[in-house]
């Protein structure tokens, strides 16, 4: 499956952004899907996911009460709703599956090529 990671941009602090990620190739609803993101000089960590079950779902520390994670099937895409964006939110945002899912780097084999992020103060 082929991953493509949309929708970053420049915000202020307290804005919101959507990012999407659109699977090419296989049907998306076969994956787990999660969200990472890369800051410069940082290790990339897990923000959000969601498991092949909908109901399942994962939301890190940074994301809690602010992100949500959704499929459209049809639309073999998956997005994130980032509101309340802080300064710190700024990084390189990644979309990945695997058939396993959770917060685990190491499990997922296919990701998209990343989209910025920025949250100005």
């Known amino acids: 499956v082929q991953l493509q990671a949309s929708g970053g941009g420049l915000v202020q602090a307290g804005g919101s952004l959507r990012l999407s990620c659109t699977a090419s190739g296989r049907n998306i609803s076969s994956y787990a899907v999660g969200w990472f993101r890369q800051a410069p000089g940082k290790e990339r960590e897990p923000v959000i996911g969601?498991?092949?079950?909908?109901?399942?779902?994962y939301t890190t520390d940074s994301a809690k009460g602010r992100f949500t994670i959704a499929r459209d099937n049809a639309k073999n895409m998956v997005y994130v709703q980032m509101n309340s964006l802080k300064p710190e939110d700024t990084a390189v945002y990644y979309c990945a599956a695997s058939r396993v899912g959770g917060p685990h780097i190491v499990n997922y084999d296919y990701w998209g090529q990343g989209t910025q992020v920025t949250v100005s103060s």
């Open positions: 969601i498991a092949q079950k909908d109901t399942l779902t």
